[in-house]
């Protein structure tokens, strides 16, 4: 490849069943790149889909020649085709977007003059009002960041998700990572690189339904907190140490209700007392066993993905295949 032919820009677009917002999409991205007089390329990353998208992506490459389109053989989760993209852009810079459109692509070209402006390798793109989002999912998101800075004390900013520009030092930073799993909204602000912060106006969704339901939050939010955290871990052994404390004072309490003559409460007393030490010890094998599945499925090393087509060579890219 030439110098003449890398893009200074790389704008990865993770989607799945985004046919109904594609043309949208494109009708709004196109202008904004086009606009920015550098070189780039858009990586759009077909997570999988099961509707029209890969049909309606080579419709838009078709028009669009910077449109680069990577196909995944199988549905392999948003973080892991946000991986994909990063594994296969080569730009000097390189924008993370969604393509449902509640992150305006107009922030783009305020992010890369701020990356060059003040020499920073990550840009994040903050929230700086989520009037659009559900007050249920503005509320757990401020508690569960601000739950995850209390336990890991990541440097992640609050109200930014994976809107975000990154150097390609950055970006080789991340791809070189063997973490499995990985949730980049975190991993990208632990690698401690320089970086500012734009805000905007997070939209409402411009067609077609949610991608992250409340399922794949809390398998999101638990990825997060194993991740980066001991916390759960010692969470775990202090629910052991207070039901030992708790147990050591029944067996006082048992020890002198005999001496002084008295018969023990029945049965109720019993089962809420059982019920209780089975509960901790429920929860903390919970706990242990998120750690133990982690490390289970870091072990069998199997990649998160796997590339099915590439349009910029005609055919899957084995090298792009990511290795935990």
């Not at 077909?46 to 389109?69: C, E, F, N, Y």
């Not at 998120?290 to 072990?299: C, D, H, I, T």
């Amino acid at each position: 490849m030439t110098a003449m032919s890398v893009p200074e820009l790389s704008i990865v677009v993770p989607m799945f069943n985004e046919e109904a917002v594609l043309p949208l999409f494109a009708a709004r991205l196109r202008p904004v790149a086009d606009g920015l007089e550098t070189a780039y390329e858009v990586v759009a990353v077909d997570d999988g889909s099961s509707d029209g998208t890969a049909i309606a992506l080579q419709k838009q490459r078709r028009v669009w020649p910077q449109l680069r389109v990577v196909r995944l053989r199988a549905n392999a989760g948003h973080q892991a085709a946000i991986s994909a993209g990063l594994a296969l852009a080569t730009g000097a810079y390189v924008v993370t977007l969604d393509a449902d459109l509640q992150d305006p692509p107009e922030v783009i070209a305020e992010m890369l003059a701020v990356a060059r402006a003040e020499s920073v390798d990550v840009v994040y793109g903050v929230r700086s009002d989520r009037s659009s989002d559900s007050r249920f999912k503005r509320v757990t998101a401020r508690a569960f960041y601000r739950s995850m800075d209390a336990m890991a004390g990541t440097a992640a900013p609050r109200d930014a998700g994976d809107y975000r520009l990154m150097s390609r030092a950055t970006v080789e930073a991340v791809n070189a990572l063997p973490e499995y799993g990985r949730v980049l909204r975190f991993v990208v602000p632990a690698l401690g690189f320089p970086s500012a912060s734009v805000t905007y106006r997070r939209e409402e969704r411009a067609a077609g339904s949610s991608k992250y339901p409340f399922t794949k939050m809390l398998r999101l939010s638990i990825d997060s907190m194993t991740a980066f955290s001991l916390a759960p871990l010692r969470f775990a052994t202090l629910l052991g140490l207070v039901g030992g404390a708790a147990s050591l004072a029944l067996l006082i309490f048992a020890l002198y209700a005999r001496v002084r003559g008295h018969v023990v409460a029945g049965w109720t007393s019993t089962v809420v007392v059982v019920s209780g030490v089975g509960a901790v010890q429920l929860l903390a094998l919970g706990i242990l066993g998120e750690y133990v599945g982690r490390l289970y499925a870091a072990a069998q090393a199997r990649p998160s993905y796997y590339v099915a087509y590439d349009s910029a060579t005609g055919s899957a890219n084995p090298a792009a295949t990511r290795q935990p």
